[in-house]
């Protein structure tokens, strides 16, 4: 099974994070229920959610390493015993879900792996592929790339004419928010004025 991201493997760290109470006994009784051999989706998708915990308090580190945690079960599950609730939650919705907490640290190299990793898996509905377009677009913002963010943006505006939903344009409006101090740059300009009329666009 291929690895979405490298785990953390500084213990250090926990002991930066005021979370960290949540995540790492969680993740270590998990391993010691299961004996390691019986962890489920449910299992990894529990401790993955902690990371929005940390990225929302602009914990980086504490994040990053609640991501270890939940990368290192994932490789641990097997997915023939999980129920069929569960059973989306493969590598292409982790990767998904990589996307967004990184998009949140603004971690730039980061989300534009897990967004790309998740795009070459086939993805998965239309309106997640959006999203990921979209954080993979403020991927390369996040380092600067405005030529790229703008192209990315454009293909999720392409695919997103067949979408009808205000989540979506809240994601084009926080790259238009977040992009307002390259409102001068060529590449963005092109981008606003391709745009203008564009449902999302304009929401």
């Known amino acids: 099974m291929r690895t979405l ?28 229920r299961s004996g390691g051999s019986r962890i489920g989706a ?12 940390f990225a929302a308090g602009g914990d980086a580190r504490g994040a990053q390493q609640a991501l270890g945690q939940a990368v290192r079960l994932f490789e641990k599950r097997l997915p023939e015993d999980d129920p069929q609730w569960i059973r989306y939650f493969d590598d292409s919705e982790l990767a998904s879900e990589l996307s967004h907490t990184f998009g949140d640290l603004r971690c730039g190299n980061d989300v534009i792996a897990s967004a790309r990793q998740y795009l070459a898996s086939g993805g998965g509905s ?7 377009i979209m954080k993979l677009a403020g991927g390369h913002l996040d380092l600067g790339e405005v030529e790229e963010a703008c192209r990315t943006v454009r293909q999720a505006l392409d695919l997103g004419s067949q979408l009808r939903s205000a989540r979506c344009a809240e994601y084009v409006r926080e790259f238009r928010s977040r992009a307002t101090e390259f409102v001068g740059n060529a590449a963005y300009r092109d981008l606003a004025e391709g745009a203008v009329g564009h449902r999302l666009w304009g929401y």
């Open 5 to 32: 991201v490298t785990a953390p493997t500084d213990d250090r760290v926990w002991s930066d994070s005021s979370l960290s109470w949540l995540v790492r006994p969680g993740a270590e009784v998990i391993e010691e």
């Open 42 to 53: 449910s299992d990894v998708a529990a401790v993955r959610a902690t990371c929005d915990l």
């Open 126 to 132: 239309v309106r997640t592929t959006f999203f990921v």
